[in-house]
Nanobody
Framework: VQLVESGGGLVQPGGSLRVSCVGS????????MNWFRQAPGQEREFVAS????????EYSDSVKGRFTISRDNAEKTVYLQMNSLMPEDTAVYYC?????WGQGTQVTVSS
């Protein structure tokens, strides 16, 4: 199983960013996918999840209304569109499927 995140970077407060995760080595089209994040000195926390057919989507309260999770099964990719970013969104963002994790992509929100 391999999960490769990309798209992180530095963005100003109020800005937007989209991170992506490409999966391989497992049946992506039938797998529920998750995004987590971990800020310095804090525990990893759940951000969003999407079922295999996108029929079920969940968000943490802290990102609800600002972030959107989506997927493209043909491209074996899951996305996290992040809008209205705030400094407290600064973290390493990780893609997850069952017990497997990507290497993470850094998102920094700062002026």
């Amino acid at each position: 199983v391999q999960l490769v995140e990309s798209g992180g970077g530095l963005v100003q407060p109020g800005g937007s960013l989209r991170v992506s995760c490409v999966g391989s080595g497992f049946p992506f089209h039938s797998s529920d996918m998750n995004w987590f994040r971990q800020a310095p000195g804090q525990e990893r926390e759940f951000v969003a999840s999407i079922s295999w057919n996108a029929a079920r989507i969940e968000y943490s309260d802290s990102v609800k209304g600002r972030f959107t999770i989506s997927r493209d099964n043909a491209e074996k990719t899951v996305y996290l569109q992040m809008n209205s970013l705030m400094p407290e969104d600064t973290a390493v963002y990780y893609c997850n499927v069952v017990k497997f994790w990507g290497q993470g992509t850094q998102v920094t929100v700062s002026s």
